[in-house]
């Protein structure tokens, strides 16, 4: 499950499509619309309890901080739905069907310099048993409840990733739909 992937190159965005691919980490720097999935595995009891992620303290950034089920950039030549597959099972260990749910910009300067100007595409799945996690990108995994995770949220900002805040904040209708 482990597979190693050159994903050093990820597209590069402007109205809404691909112009080059540059690796993540000039991009990071620099602040340059690219592509990223964020992927949102639920239970299949009504969507109550949400999969979330402890990012592995190896990231370069954002690490050690709640996040959603899985997330990435699609590399050259793969789509986006690929992308989604393929960062679930190298980072949960497992893969299910997936919903592409709906996408949007962000753009956030880090605590550490780095700046995430996204444009990030959403996926949704169920899934009910334990995942066979990556320690190598994952530090550690829990269930939560969207209505505890709000509440989290809430009082503990600084425990959850910026996206996962973004999406939960605006987005959270889209995803239970």
């Given at each position: 499950?482990?597979e ?5 190159f990820?597209?590069i ?6 112009i080059g691919?540059?690796?993540?980490e000039i991009i ?10 964020s992927v949102f595995i639920?239970d299949?009891n009504?969507?109550?309890?949400l ?11 954002s690490?050690l901080?709640?996040?959603?089920t899985s997330?990435s950039?699609p590399?050259?030549n793969?789509?986006l739905?690929?992308?989604?597959h ?8 497992f ?7 709906f ?5 956030e ?9 996204e ?5 949704v799945g169920?899934?009910?048993k334990?995942?066979?996690v990556?320690?190598?990108?994952v530090?550690n995994?829990k269930w939560?409840s969207?209505?505890n995770l ?17 999406i939960?904040k ?6 239970i739909?």
């Open positions: 499950m482990n190693k992937i050159d994903n050093s990820i597209p965005i402007k109205n809404n499509k691909i691919f540059d690796k993540k990071h720097k620099k602040g340059i619309l690219h592509s990223a999935v639920f299949t009504k969507k109550i309890n999969m979330l992620q402890k990012r592995s303290y190896k990231k370069y950034h690490s901080l709640w996040t959603n997330c950039h590399i050259k793969e789509s739905l690929n992308s989604a393929r960062c679930l099972k190298n980072e949960m260990g893969d299910c069907n997936l919903q592409y749910k996408c949007f910009i962000y753009n300067t880090l605590d550490n310099g780095l700046i995430e100007n444009l990030d595409h959403v996926f169920e899934y009910n334990y995942p066979i990556n320690y190598e990108e530090e995994w939560m969207l209505e709000i509440k989290d949220i809430y009082n503990f900002p600084h425990l959850y990733t910026i996206w996962l805040k973004i939960i605006n987005y959270i209708n889209k995803l739909k």
